[in-house]
């Protein structure tokens, strides 16, 4: 069974093809700038890496582009062999908890959300489409990044302002990363041998969120109503006071929508730090006594280490904590900082498990009154099982 995972985006197309017998990503790939100058497309497995400049003027260009390249590689010899296509969706409103198969009502669905992810449900349809229009009977599935976060209580999710404002537009906190956050539920579970477990999932990437999970179940999550709350990201905020908004309009001559912009687009490390997102240049900025550099990463630790903290208390302790994605997966430094400040709730570092990166392992010391992970999400690869499961 050959199953595609795909992430579109408004200029982009992220693709792997995976062999569900093995797990394997037979190959993957990106193309760029659809519809814009310079267009161009990456795919590469552990043998080969083309990467070509090529017109693209929409999303049905790269897909009938990445499927010609599938069968001229010699990767598929026929479009058959594609038993069904897994769309990640952002969205999915309170709604959608879980995974479906695409019918006509569910784009519809997946549009009328578009008002709370304007940047990426119209993109994902775009995408749909395109694949429906080159594989009109291949089967289709969606899964969305907040269908697992929509077991959370109601007092988790809903901000306590005017109620009519959650009635009357939806305004409540949604959470997102939930497909990483899921896959690292399925798959500590596993390596633990146990499902009932307290689990604080910690996705620290270019986004960041953390997750508490219990009996598999998302009880609490850092991001709200948007991606921008929670923990300090590569350029988001992470949560601040609301009114700072109406403030710096004034202040700046700017728009609400070009404060958000900021918030969105030029503040968590990259704002304290005035260097950069990325939390290696961060890193190394701080080996040359960068003091913003210093300033930004102990921001950004206090606020993993503060939701940790109050997440521990709300599943009445926690079983093990796991982190994952860029930074989780590779900054050692990173995840020895947080965990050195957990040490009043007795979790401990085995400091030389920790020199470890993208892979599963313990990081916790023997005497740790808590198991700390390491584990690699797997967004692709869950998004293909889910596919999987419902075509089936
Ligand atoms: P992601 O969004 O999951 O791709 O994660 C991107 C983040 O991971 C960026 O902030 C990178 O700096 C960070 N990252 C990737 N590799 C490393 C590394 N070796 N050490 C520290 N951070 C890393």
Redesign the pocket.
Known sequence: MKIMSINAGSSSLKFSLFDMNTNEVLVSGLFERIGIDGSCYTIKNSEFKIKQEVQLKDHSDAVKILLDKLIELKIINSLEEIDGIGHRVVHGGANYTESVVVTDKVIDDIVKLSDLAPLHNPAHVIGIKAFKEVLPNTPMVVVFDTAFHQTMPKENYLYAVPYSWYEKYGVRKYGFHGTSHRYITKKISEVLGRDDLRIISCHL???GSIAAIKNGKCVDTTMGFTPLAGIVM?TRSGDVDPSIIPFVMEKEGLSAGEVVNALNKKSG?LGVSEIS?????I?NAIKEGNEKASLAQKMFVNSVVKYISQYYVELGGVDVITFT???G???VQ?RLEIIEKLAPLGIKMDIEANNV?GEVKCISSKDSSSLVYLVPTDEELMIAMDTLALIK
């Open positions: 990437g270019q986004g590569g490390l997102s990325d939390s290696r240049d890193e994605a860029g930074i997966e590779n900054s990173t990166r």
